[in-house]
């Protein structure tokens, strides 16, 4: 595939040499005006860095949003208005009800798809499945150590600095409230949200935790289907300590299945 990424942090320069070890050409980058001049291009690369939607190359066959919410509002429905396929790892930006609705009508009006990368958690597969039946609870437990949280709303809520006193929840409330408080840091529950029972009736517990290292998602799940309990223990990418491993790893993941003609 001839790719479109936006943004060229983490997640991008991780997906940049994945993807091109899988054969996939990227083609194009979209950023920022002020990253546009210091992206290093090679000479002859021929690759098209631009700072905006109408710059990029019209045969592009996939683009991918790495650069967080503000990215997403900003470029997401002229992508799809354009016939561009979108893939974002941006999630929680679709707890904004407006943003929400304005995506899904330029998708259908450049008749496009705008894909959710799973990002740093798993067992949406099972969640999906039984959202087709009834689920009475979903709540989403998110722990991590202290300096996870550095730069969210936990900073004005909780003394991060001094965890003398053990693990601290500094916040409870609804999934989308917690997207729309943590853009940085709730993907999850967004991804969780909109997987189960929706951004309003899906429960989300945030806690900072000194006494871990890793970032820690849980899922809990009830309804006529039984119920089910998913724990995963997520490593960050090697000199990134914000960024999830496993959020780069479904951008790439994402775009696979998409070449498959058998898939999940």
Request: charged share 20%; net charge neutral; proline share 3%.
């Amino acid at each position: 595939m001839r790719l479109g990424l936006i943004g060229n942090g983490a997640i991008a320069q991780y997906a940049t040499a994945e993807l091109e070890k899988r054969g996939h050409v990227i083609a194009a980058y979209l950023l920022r005006p002020e990253r546009v001049a210091a992206m290093p291009v090679k000479a002859g690369e021929g690759l098209v860095i631009t700072d905006n939607v109408a710059g990029l190359p019209r045969d592009l066959d996939h683009v991918i949003d790495c650069a967080g919410h503000a990215a997403l509002r900003q470029y997401g429905a002229d992508l799809l208005r354009r016939g561009y396929d979108l893939t974002t790892v941006s999630i929680g930006a679709l707890a904004d009800h407006d943003l929400a609705v304005a995506l899904d009508r330029a998708a259908q009006d450049g008749n496009a798809v705008l894909h959710l990368a799973s990002g740093a958690i798993g067992g949406l597969d099972t969640l999906r499945a039984a959202a087709a039946g009834t689920l009475s609870q979903v709540r989403y437990i998110g722990r991590k150590p202290p300096q996870g949280w550095k730069g969210s709303a936990a900073e004005t809520r909780i003394d991060l600095a001094d965890m003398s006193k053990g693990a601290q929840v500094h916040f409870e409330g609804s999934a989308r409230k917690a997207a729309l408080e943590y853009p940085k840091n709730a993907n999850v529950a967004a991804a969780v949200a909109l997987a189960g029972l929706g951004f309003d009736a899906t429960e989300v517990t945030l806690i900072a935790d000194p006494d871990i290292s890793d970032n820690i998602h849980e899922i809990h799940a009830t309804g006529d289907f039984g119920s089910f309990t998913f724990r995963i223990i997520g490593k960050t990418l090697p000199g990134n300590p914000r960024t999830s491993a496993l959020a780069a790893m479904s951008v790439v993941s994402t775009i696979t299945q998409l070449c498959n003609s058998i898939r999940f």
